[in-house]
């Protein structure tokens, strides 16, 4: 379909124009997210650029007016209800932006440099600041205009609204008269018109050549409300004000026009009739005579009936109105008092204390309150996260039905995947989980294969997974189930994407989100990760240790242990911890090793026998705590060979805290005391009736820590 305009423009392709909303709004999305050199942003402008291009092939400059969240073209209205449209719409409004013209000849880096500045947080939205902050960008494809506040400086805040409106009144009213909108889509908007406004505008749309029918569709806008058919007595004063204002010609189309609609809608027009007074009803009427218009007969019937309505009573001022009385809410006794007829000094009316009670709770009543749950959630339904989401739902049910044909089928899936990108930036993966796996039941049903196989294909593809990954890295960790969901669903194939996003990553937080992944597969990460340990950076080589050392198999080994003497000392800690958690003895004898060799490896191999509790390398520890010390040096060495046989808890290093216990040295004496206390600090590790001796001693301690550690120990015995 083809969008025309009158004058002499070229048309634009509708389903060409909503491609290149769709992409700009997705290329906007993604430079408010991430830097210019990543691939999405690079992709998402290509897309928007390809198809400008095409447009341009048509016209050389493209307008699009923003109001609110509707976008206009030429005439156009584009279907607000689309949630790519009214988001690309609501972000262009709240930069105060009337309208952007794109003009042949723009550039991708053009392009670019436009969505930085609608992503741009200004604090001050004036039409100056604006359009300062707009210079920098140097857009010479692309003029922007800004809603001018102070053009209507002089009048009141109401006056400035409708003023704004005018230019977007006006579109929809001669696209109306034009026949290229339809009424029902924008009688909400027509209604809002203000009588004088819309006589305005018609008046200097009569030089054009209408027919019948648009004065029809006028009326019909301007008198009927969105819920239904129903107009009352104050849509009808307006209409007689628009309608007086307008020149001597169009007063009596659009008088005639009023007949013929209120005469094809007769039950409406009659339920309308009922609620409004005499008064205004003869109005109509006369001004009807007075123009000399024929009266349509369905309509004078139906007057001629509510004339025999009327009541005789002068004080009846409407036709019929309804009893103002809820018979469960109101008494009858209270409803007789307040009947205006009753007005007998002699009727009695008793009121009673239930009557009295309900009364004042009705007085106390908070209307505040009436914000409950089921109103929020009301509220939220309009929320664009929530549209899309519920878009994508209803796509995905239609999808499943049995009577879609093939080529419906294939519309939905490609709805479907333009909305993908859409939901990744939000975050709702469950929507994305349940995409795939309705393309997967069909397939596997046998419904439209071909069909499936591509749209899995592009779900599967390299590309898309990337898109997945990067979603994940900012959005992921809140909503860790879904994502291991999908995980799930991708099994192998996501895991050398996962594996890449950790490797680059530099946030510390998404490094261990994605480390918590990745670790859910188990051994099925070995072959990635050991393919990684040839990459010579050391971070990639820990990372992959790290990870292998929770896969808890030996078949891991092998690969790991060249590791364990690597240069950097993170990686051979990592390599060592990883075969300790794989049970492999090679371990032990690179811990035995290093207990041997230089300071930095032999602190690390301390500490991995106490945190592992190395039971094989017990004699070497003791071997290290009895050895003659030769400087203080040699004993400072010693406190953590205690802390880490404290770690272990294996008897045999009781009778070397006893030795520590019984020496002194006046050379070393702070060193020595010392090394006492981290003993004490141990024995809590051990069955006490093993250190019984050494508590007791304890006690008679002049070290008051000592003390107080042998007294704890003592009294927790006792208990």
């Not at 509707?70 to 972000?91: C, E, G, M, S």
């Not at 209604?191 to 749309?205: C, G, M, Q």
């Not at 109509?284 to 309505?309: E, G, R, V, Y």
Request: glycine share 4%; hydrophobic share 40%.
């Amino acid at each position: 379909m083809n969008m025309t305009h009158k004058n002499d423009e070229i048309p634009l392709d509708a389903k060409l124009l909503s491609y290149a909303i769709i992409e700009l709004n997705i290329s906007r999305r993604n430079v408010a997210i991430y830097p210019r050199d990543h691939p999405s942003v690079e992709s998402t402008l290509t897309n928007a650029f390809k198809f400008l291009k095409q447009l341009f092939g048509m016209r050389s400059e493209i307008t699009l007016a923003i109001a609110k969240d509707t976008i206009i073209i030429d005439t156009y209205h584009l279907d607000k209800n689309n949630p790519v449209y009214r988001d690309f719409a609501i972000n262009l409004s709240k930069m105060n932006i009337a309208y952007i013209t794109l003009k042949a000849g723009i550039t991708k880096e053009e392009l670019y440099r436009f969505h930085s500045f609608i992503s741009e947080k200004i604090e001050d939205l004036t039409v100056n600041n604006l359009k300062e902050a707009l210079k920098k960008y140097k857009l010479a494809h692309i003029d922007v205009g800004f809603v001018d506040y102070r053009k209507f400086s002089t009048v009141d805040p109401k006056s400035v609204q409708q003023g704004n409106k005018v230019p977007l009144w006006e579109r929809y009213v001669y696209g109306m008269i034009e026949g290229t909108l339809q009424s029902e889509a924008v009688s909400d908007e027509v209604r809002d018109i203000p009588p004088e406004i819309l006589a305005k505008l018609l008046n200097k749309a009569s030089d054009r050549d209408l027919k019948e029918e648009s004065y029809d569709k006028v009326i019909t806008a301007y008198m009927r409300s969105s819920a239904g058919s129903i107009f009352s007595g104050q849509d009808l004063k307006r209409l007689l004000e628009f309608i007086d204002r307008l020149n001597p010609d169009l007063k009596k189309k659009f008088l005639s026009s009023a007949g013929r609609t209120f005469s094809e809608d007769i039950d409406s027009t009659y339920q309308s009739f009922r609620k409004m007074s005499v008064e205004e009803i003869e109005k109509f009427l006369d001004t009807m005579n007075k123009q000399t218009i024929a009266m349509p007969q369905p309509l004078m019937n139906l007057i001629d009936k509510l004339s025999h309505s009327i009541p005789d009573s002068s004080e009846a001022i409407y036709l019929d109105e309804d009893q103002m009385e809820d018979e469960e809410f109101l008494p009858s006794n209270l409803a007789e008092l307040f009947n205006n007829d009753n007005t007998s000094k002699n009727t009695e009316i008793s009121v009673t204390g239930k009557d009295l009670e309900e009364i004042q709770n009705l007085l106390n009543f908070d209307a505040a309150q009436l914000r409950t749950s089921h109103l929020m959630e009301f509220e939220t339904e309009f929320y664009d996260d929530l549209i899309e989401k519920r878009f994508n739902q209803i796509i995905l049910e239609l999808m499943s039905s049995e009577t879609v044909s093939e080529e419906e089928y294939q519309a939905f899936v490609n709805i479907i995947k333009g909305q993908t990108e859409q939901l990744l930036w939000i975050g709702q993966y469950g929507q994305i989980l349940d995409t795939l796996k309705i393309i997967e039941l069909n397939k596997a049903l046998h419904k439209f294969t071909d069909i499936n196989s591509r749209a899995l294909q592009y779900y599967h593809s390299s590309e898309f997974i990337s898109l997945l990954i990067d979603s994940f890295r900012i959005l992921g960790r809140n909503n860790r189930k879904v994502v291991s969901m999908i995980c799930e669903y991708y099994d192998k194939k996501i895991i050398p994407y996962l594996i890449d996003a950790l490797i680059e990553e530099t946030s510390q937080i998404i490094r261990r989100f994605l480390m918590e992944i990745i670790k859910q597969f188990g051994s099925k990460v070995i072959p990635e990760a050991t393919k990684r340990l040839n990459d010579d950076r050391w971070f990639v080589q820990r990372n992959m240790l790290y990870i292998l050392s929770e896969t808890d198999s030996k078949e891991v080994a092998a690969y790991i242990k060249p590791f364990c003497k690597n240069e950097n000392s993170k990686v051979r800690v990592a390599a060592i911890k990883c075969l300790l958690n794989a049970g492999d003895t090679y371990a032990v004898e690179i811990i035995r090793e290093y207990l041997k060799s230089d300071q930095e490896n032999y602190e690390q191999a301390i500490t991995l026998s106490g945190s592992f509790r190395i039971k094989e390398v017990v004699g070497d520890l003791i071997l290290i705590l009895t050895k003659q010390e030769r400087s203080g040096t040699d004993l400072q060495n010693k406190i953590p060979v205690v802390r880490a046989l404290g770690d272990i808890g294996d008897p045999r290093a009781l009778d070397a805290f006893r030795l520590i216990i019984s020496s002194n040295s006046l050379l070393f004496r702070k060193i020595i005391e010392q090394l006492k206390e981290e003993v004490y600090k141990t024995l809590n590790k051990f069955n006490y009736e093993s250190v019984k001796d050494l508590v007791e001693a304890g006690l008679k301690s002049r070290n008051a820590f000592i003390r107080e550690e042998s007294l704890r120990l003592h009294k927790g015995k006792a208990e």
